[in-house]
């Protein structure tokens, strides 16, 4: 078997562990890919992996993604990320979450987590009672923190704004077509942001019955997780798991645009020419989808700084995501090269790479 650090996601990674606390069950992957801004910054995914090679594989390329979205964000910070594997009936416990937060303890700052797919605010204020190291933590009304998903779903609304006027050449969203595949707290706030601008809605979830009440309360129409990708829209917003673009998807794809919330998109980098060469305008991920990570890790910065963080701050900071996304399609138009590329390039080089 080769070693993972083979493996073309290592991406010289700065470091890398296997924690396992016997007692409490708890097996997790903790992956710090870049700390040249700052301490490692990224969210825990809990899930079940049917092979330990796909947790490692999600750990480091998610990992490399915040790297590249805390720096394209212009935040103070690195990039980090941690998988914990859970078992096929997704059991978590307490034990586990304190345990993970020792682990998060001993690395002494240089991971900060905060939530991701499988995680809430409630494992955050558990993880938090052994480590200091945590951002998401409940916030009072006007202070930034909490949930990230409204502020992820925020900066993705401005970015397909964005995208519609750069390829559709339109200032308005009425009338426009978007299909949403996954409708949990990110997806579906992007739906509700853009029903109110006047959207053709098509959505779906691997809950159907989730995208056919959300369907029915926004107006809009539901079609099955399977069938989304090749629903004939303006844009496809992907806001559930990664690796979702690849050859066999976007061969079916009948869109414009795409741009969504979900990590990872391309299955492979190459997969970002293959749109490009389509016509098809990409926002890339981990730029649009900054917003859930500008919330906390402000939360954070304010907290270990001993000071108050209002929301003004972190709105001011989610309002700049339009802007850099026009700066990578500008760039993408003028050499020819897709964006992907483009905003790799530039995240290296905020990173020292």
């Given amino acids: 078997m080769p070693a993972f650090w083979s493996e073309p996601d290592w991406d010289e990674h700065e470091r890398v562990e296997v924690v ?7 097996t997790a992957i903790i992956a710090l890919h870049s700390t040249h801004l700052g301490p490692a ?42 998988v914990v594997l859970l078992d096929k009936d997704g059991t978590k416990t307490e034990a586990m979450l304190h345990a993970f937060g020792d682990a998060v303890e001993a690395l002494g700052g240089r991971y900060v987590t905060a939530e ?16 200091q190291h945590v951002c998401g933590l409940p916030a009072e009304d006007g202070e930034a923190g909490g949930d990230p998903g409204p502020f992820t779903a925020m900066g993705i609304y401005l970015g397909i704004k964005a995208a519609v006027a750069h390829k559709l050449g339109k200032s308005s969203m009425q009338g ?44 809009g129409e539901s079609v099955s997780a399977g069938d989304v990708m090749s629903v004939s ?60 990570i500008i919330n906390v890790s402000y939360e954070y910065l304010c907290r270990r700084e001993g000071k108050p963080c209002n929301l003004d701050d972190v709105n001011a ?24 590329e483009v905003a790799d390039a530039m995240a290296q080089r905020l990173i020292g790479r």
């Avoid at 595949?181 to 019955?209: F, M």
């Avoid at 798991?241 to 645009?257: F, M, N, Q, T």
Wanted: with cysteine; net charge negative; proline share 4%.
């Fill in 20 to 26: 396992h606390d016997r007692a409490s069950g708890l």
């Fill in 41 to 82: 910054a990224g969210g825990t995914r809990f899930w079940h992996y049917d092979e330990p090679a796909k947790a490692m594989r999600d750990a480091l390329r998610l990992s490399r993604g915040m790297s590249y979205k805390n720096a394209m964000a212009g935040l103070p910070i690195g990039g980090g990320k941690a």
């Fill in 116 to 131: 991701d797919v499988g995680a809430s605010e409630a494992d955050m204020v558990a993880i938090h009672t052994r480590t």
């Fill in 176 to 219: 426009v077509h978007v299909a949403v595949q996954g409708c949990g707290s990110v997806g579906g706030g992007v739906a509700r942001l853009l029903a109110n601008d006047g959207v053709n809605l098509t959505l779906s979830d691997i809950d159907q019955n989730r995208a056919a009440a959300l369907a029915s309360e926004l107006g």
């Fill in 233 to 292: 829209c303006d844009v496809f917003s992907p806001n559930a798991l990664g690796a979702i673009i690849d050859d066999e998807s976007i061969a079916k794809l009948d869109c414009a645009i795409v741009a969504g919330g979900a990590n990872n998109q391309l299955a492979r980098p190459h997969h970002g020419q293959q749109l490009h060469d389509r016509g098809i305008l990409y926002a890339p991920d981990y730029v649009i989808n900054a917003g859930g």
């Fill in 317 to 340: 900071r989610i309002g700049q995501i339009p802007g850099r996304l026009r700066e990578i399609w500008k760039e993408s138009d003028a050499s020819g090269r897709p964006s992907n």
